[in-house]
């Protein structure tokens, strides 16, 4: 398991990260989907599911949460059951809200693997 830890020095709290860059890719180009084979999915709920469930847990890459959620929404608890290949990497809410193309972002977004049909 790794360790989820919210400190300052694993908060992205720049807009130039490359981490927000592929995310800002991702989303807005479909080439570079298609590429990576990786799209990025927002709100708790798709993200939390995709985590509870086995078939799909390992196709979570990364996860970034905001700081101001993190605690209120006890996606704590729940990020802790996420297995050490997921990277959750902490964000200011400015840069989350730069990490989705929702007007109002839901404080969690994931970087997943897009499943191939032969895997299904």
Known sequence: RSDHSLSEENVISSTKSNTVKKIQALLTK??????????????PRIVLD????????SLVRQILVSTE???KDEYSSRLATASSETHVQFVTPPILKACSDTVTPQGIVAIVEIPSFADS
């Open 69 to 71: 959620d993190y605690y």
């Open 30 to 43: 479909r080439k570079k989907r298609m590429e990576s084979g990786q799209t990025v999915v927002e709100g």
């Open 50 to 57: 995709l985590l509870d469930n086995p078939r799909t847990q």
